[in-house]
């Protein structure tokens, strides 16, 4: 298995709702790193597994309107807990969308699949991976 990995950060702010967040039921800020490993079983006959640039660009692309932003203004993202995990999720997905679209350099149904890690600090992270398709 071949891999390309691309990294880049968000400022956000959000709330949690429910008792098991403690003090994070109140408004606060976090910083995440955010990477982004595309999978592929061979590489293409570039010799790649997917266009670094373009791959950084779309992981941005992701990341743009949710920066600086408090999570819980945001209308898409009403009534849910933005955690982490959550967040991997939302990432995979827009980033597997670029992938079907052809916006990687490769047809995205060669790459198998896409790992979103977010890293809230230097000892917690989260991480979510499934196949483009």
Same mark, same amino acid.
């Given at each position: 298995? $071949?891999?390309?990995? =691309?990294r880049?950060?968000?400022m !956000?702010?959000?709330?949690?709702? /429910?008792?098991?967040?403690?003090?994070?039921?109140a408004?606060?800020?976090?910083?995440?790193?955010?990477?982004?490993?595309?999978l592929?079983?061979s590489?293409?006959?570039?010799?790649?597994? @997917?266009? @670094?640039?373009?791959?950084?660009?779309?992981?941005?692309?992701?990341?743009?309107?949710?920066n600086?932003?408090?999570?819980?203004?945001?209308?898409?993202?009403?009534g !849910?807990?933005?955690?982490?995990? $959550?967040?991997?999720?939302? =990432?995979?997905?827009?980033? +597997?969308? +670029?992938?079907?679209?052809?916006?990687? /350099?490769?047809?995205? +149904?060669? !790459?198998?699949? @896409?790992?979103?890690? @977010?890293?809230?600090?230097?000892?917690a992270? +989260?991480?979510?991976?499934a196949?483009?398709?």
């Amino acid at each position: 298995m $071949f891999a390309v990995e =691309v990294r880049d950060h968000v400022m !956000i702010a959000h709330s949690f709702k /429910g008792e098991l967040f403690g003090p994070a039921q109140a408004l606060h800020g976090a910083t995440f790193v955010v990477d982004a490993a595309f999978l592929a079983d061979s590489l293409d006959a570039n010799g790649v597994v @997917i266009d @670094i640039g373009r791959a950084h660009e779309a992981l941005k692309e992701v990341l743009s309107p949710l920066n600086y932003r408090n999570l819980d203004e945001v209308p898409e993202f009403a009534g !849910i807990n933005t955690t982490t995990e $959550f967040l991997t999720r939302y =990432v995979h997905d827009h980033l +597997a969308q +670029a992938a079907r679209d052809g916006r990687l /350099g490769r047809p995205g +149904a060669e !790459i198998r699949a @896409i790992r979103v890690t @977010i890293s809230e600090s230097h000892v917690a992270r +989260a991480w979510y991976e499934a196949p483009v398709a």
